[in-house]
């Protein structure tokens, strides 16, 4: 993408303005930050401590000894990886400042960015792209019908996530299946729809109380049922902005490359829920 002064709206940017404008609005947007806690480290890699088995206790006698135990713990280590992107703009337009050009900018690069970085959460990305949530082996999974007739399968995800000893706080969905999900009635004949709305959120939708968010980066069939808690979003906190007046200078433009560093981490597998329809013929 090629942008100019000649351009409605755009005015200039400034280099050292860019990273504000692609860190926020990234975290914004990108769903997987939205539902997972985001972690931000400085080091190359990030480990993260999980418990295997907690520290056991037992009835004990007025008096007597309590016998210790310290249960056991594990750690996950994880890296963040390289996620960047490239856009194009005039000379005159990187040499000249105005606020509407710099949203332009930062919005653009933050939209490709936000979307690499679902597309690897909600999927299984080959290598370099970080292992997301398709790639798990342990995770819990609830089995539906063949096509979406009620919510029973996420009150069995919010009771598998209770049984793992954590709460489910975002169901995602990709928009087909939102809106069929949206389209279920109370009852034949009715014009009541299943589906609850959330007051802080007018146009939001409610599984059973519990957030429904949509990304196009969700595999159809599948509604992902996750744990804020369990879930996480590592994000290396410097991002490099840089802008090269060589590369295009046949044309007299200028590029600017953004690169952040992402990566996630499951320490509990199983406490993450995949509920997802039959495919059974």
């Not at 399968?153 to 793992?164: E, N």
């Not at 957030?211 to 996480?232: I, M, N």
């Amino acid at each position: 993408m090629a942008m100019y002064t000649s351009a409605d709206g755009i005015g200039g940017i400034l280099p050292e303005q860019y990273g504000p404008l692609v860190v926020e609005p990234v975290t914004r947007q990108s769903v997987a930050m939205q539902v997972s806690t985001v972690l931000s480290t400085g080091q190359h890699t990030m480990n993260i401590p999980r418990v295997t088995e907690d520290p056991s206790a037992a009835w004990v006698a007025e008096g007597a000894e309590i016998t210790p135990d310290d249960g056991a713990l594990a750690e996950l280590s994880v890296t963040p990886r390289k996620v960047a992107g490239l856009t194009i703009v005039s000379r005159e337009l990187a040499d000249d400042s105005t606020p509407g050009a710099l949203k332009i900018v930062g919005d653009g690069l933050a939209r490709s960015i936000a979307d690499r970085v679902d597309a690897a959460f909600f999927g299984a990305l080959a290598a370099p792209a970080p292992a997301g949530l398709e790639s798990l082996t342990g995770l819990t999974t609830i089995t539906g019908p063949t096509a979406w007739e009620d919510l029973d399968p996420f009150a069995a995800a919010i009771a598998a996530a209770d049984g793992h000893g954590t709460v489910i706080t975002s169901f995602v969905a990709h928009p087909t299946d939102a809106l069929l999900l949206a389209q279920l009635k109370e009852s034949t004949g009715s014009r009541r729809p299943l589906l609850g709305s959330d007051p802080t959120a007018p146009t939001r939708r409610v599984v059973q109380g519990v957030p429904l968010l949509t990304s196009p980066r969700v595999t159809q069939g599948t509604v992902w049922a996750l744990p804020k808690e369990r879930t996480f979003v590592v994000r290396r906190q410097e991002v490099s902005m840089e802008l090269s007046k060589d590369a295009y200078f046949t044309s007299d433009r200028v590029a600017i490359r953004a690169i952040m560093r992402v990566t996630f981490a499951f320490p509990h597998e199983a406490a993450i829920v995949r509920v997802q329809l039959d495919e059974t013929p």
